[in-house]
Nanobody, 123 residues
Framework: QVQLVESGGGSVQAGGSLTLSCQYG???????MGWFRQAPGKEREGVAT???????TYADSLKGRFTISRDNAKNTLYLQIDSLKPEDTAMYYC??????????????????WGQGTQVTVSS
């Protein structure tokens, strides 16, 4: 079981930046971590993943404005979003999986999820 707690969401103006955080509990195993989002009326989509060695993968449609990182010493996952657009409005979820990573996890379903943090971008 992996406990995931997101923070850092909020309401921002288009063009601004935001950094989301996800605190994850200490576990016996190391996990691939990822960020997903779900906009109103849309399906949940993968944004990015980062493996235990720090290798990152981004959804093809979202490359360029999103940066995922992790600090294993602090058990914290981050997602920096630059040049925010109204279409980035969504609930953002932190996720973890022991066996999947990269594009497979982005298109798949992670084993563990956080409760989400809301990001609202106004024009």
């Amino acid at each position: 079981q992996v406990q995931l707690v997101e923070s850092g969401g909020g309401s921002v103006q288009a063009g601004g930046s935001l950094t989301l955080s996800c605190q994850y509990g200490q576990t016996r195993y190391r996990y691939c971590m990822g960020w997903f989002r779900q906009a109103p009326g849309k399906e949940r989509e993968g944004v990015a993943t980062i493996d235990t060695a720090g290798r990152t993968t981004y959804a093809d449609s979202l490359k360029g404005r999103f940066t995922i990182s992790r600090d294993n010493a602090k058990n914290t996952l981050y997602l920096q979003i630059d040049s925010l657009k109204p279409e980035d409005t969504a609930m953002y979820y932190c996720a973890a999986d022991r066996w999947q990573c990269g594009s497979g996890l982005i298109s798949g379903r992670p084993a563990y999820w956080g409760q989400g943090t809301q990001v609202t971008v106004s024009s």
